[in-house]
């Protein structure tokens, strides 16, 4: 019996965007959205490890849809600061830092630094990032630090108020 190697494909191909999407979503820590959690989550991972070569669609979305080392610590800084304002605590960058787990390669890009001193700065609103505070993010980034943000306030919202 053969393997139906493109119906395989345009099956995976079809399930990656929806699973990144889903990963995003989760509640609790963040994890990196990487070719091996997304074949995790898709229940596929030896075929992908083993198979990648046979499924040039799935390849091109998986490479489109990894999140770098930088845009996984921008989502966890983030969530960091959900983190400690629904405890009540003052917003420091030590706290920030350590609660989202950064290493010190990271800490020092400019645009993990401008997500830290944005998130110290401002107070979350369910709408999303001021223009102040967009205009500080590198050219680029601006939909993908939205999106994430936008994300990350609407799961700590609702899970406010599924406490209530």
Request: glycine letters at 6%; a positive charge; charged letters at 25%.
């Amino acid at each position: 019996m053969r393997v139906d190697w493109c119906g395989r494909d345009v099956r995976l191909a079809g399930q990656v965007n929806q699973t990144k999407d889903a990963l995003l979503r989760e509640l609790g820590r963040p994890k990196r959205i990487s070719p091996t959690a997304l074949g995790r989550q898709l229940a596929s991972l030896a075929l992908i490890q083993k198979h990648l070569h046979k499924l040039p669609r799935t390849e091109a979305l998986l490479n489109s849809a990894v999140e770098t080392r930088r845009d996984f610590a921008i989502r966890r800084v983030s969530w960091a600061a959900l983190q400690i304002r629904s405890e009540g605590r003052e917003m420091k960058t030590s706290s920030l830092f350590r609660r989202a787990g950064l290493r010190p390669d990271l800490a020092g890009d400019p645009h993990v630094r401008a997500s830290l001193q944005i998130q110290i700065r401002s107070e979350p609103s369910p709408h999303g990032l001021g223009s102040e505070e967009l205009a500080a993010w590198p050219a680029g980034k601006h939909s993908l630090c939205v999106t994430i943000f936008k994300i990350m306030w609407q799961n700590y919202f609702d899970s406010q108020h599924k406490l209530r």
